[in-house]
């Protein structure tokens, strides 16, 4: 059956079919209304969906921010603006008429990571590194979404007390360290202002600081790695992002996780999905699969 997978992020708004062999069909994209208003937010979705919504029979949203209880929320409200609070599963439902999921779309990311294992593993998480850092576990194969939708967003555990202030209010979060945000906002002197991607290719042509700061942040994910094994004795890590899967940067992961005690040492996989693994997984767990 197919089904109708929305996701929705801070930038963009995409939707696509997705049939039972988990092909996209159809994706369409459209900008997150700049106005970030609930109103906005209703007419872009319901002009995304409307080509696409007569051919499915179920609906499966990822979204930024926290699904709690079919409306959104967020760690650092900013990033939602007036959308905070916005009834996202209700508006799917009046506009479709049909059953719909919503999931955060780190939490979705991991279930399809985890799908694509192959049923390798029972115990898995899955972190993406990219502007930020989020998270999901799968343990004992189920995905952890907890009941306020708050499980799996590893990248606000703490990193460093003496840390940078996070998003989310907290200090010394992973992800204030960690991700491309984090790596950009420590660059001082020739690199300062720079974005993560010009530090990433900086370091490749010997840039001392920019290395530095690449180091920084894959140590920080390391060690992150180490305290997800010791909470939930995952078979595998899976690192997904565009730092994550930056060249050369899970071989960094996994060099100072080696120096963690092997209790903690773990398998480090790069994410099968590049882009979709948001969609992909919550069509997945619409379908109950
Ligand atoms: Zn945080």
Redesign the pocket.
């Known amino acids: 059956m197919t089904t109708l997978a929305i996701d929705i992020g801070g930038t963009k708004l995409a939707a696509a079919l997705v049939d039972s062999n988990l092909r996209i069909r159809e994706r369409r994209e459209l900008p997150t209304p700049a106005s970030k208003t609930p109103d906005a937010l209703r007419a872009a979705l319901q002009a995304l969906i409307a080509p696409l919504q007569e051919q499915v029979k179920r609906v499966a949203i990822a979204s930024t921010g926290i699904i709690r209880e079919g409306s959104l929320l967020a760690?650092n409200p900013h990033n939602l603006g007036g959308l905070l609070h916005f009834p996202l599963l209700q508006t799917l439902k009046d506009l479709t008429g049909l059953p719909t999921l919503a999931v955060n779309d780190a939490q979705a990311a991991a279930w399809a990571e985890y799908h694509a294992l192959g049923g390798e593993y029972r115990d898995m998480v899955f972190i993406t590194v990219s502007t930020g850092v989020g998270g999901g576990v799968v343990s004992a194969g189920k995905l952890l979404t907890g009941v306020g939708g708050l499980a799996g967003h590893l990248?606000?555990t703490l990193a460093d007390p003496h840390g940078p202030v996070?998003?989310?209010g907290?200090v010394g979060?992973v992800?204030?360290i960690a991700s491309g945000r984090g790596i950009a906002a420590a660059a001082e002197g020739a690199l300062a202002g720079c974005d993560a991607k010009t530090i990433f290719s900086r370091a490749g042509q010997g840039d001392e600081q920019a290395s530095r700061l690449i180091h920084r942040s894959a140590r920080t994910l390391a060690r992150l790695v180490a305290d997800v094994k010791a909470m939930t004795d995952c078979q595998c890590a899976v690192i997904g992002g565009s730092v994550g899967l930056a060249e050369g940067y899970l071989a960094l992961v996994e060099h100072y996780l080696a120096q963690e005690p092997a209790a903690y040492h773990v398998e480090l996989l790069a994410a099968h999905y590049r882009h979709d693994a948001g969609l992909l997984g919550a069509a997945l767990l619409a379908r109950g699969e």
């Open positions: 760690l990248g606000h996070c998003g989310c907290r979060c992800e204030a």
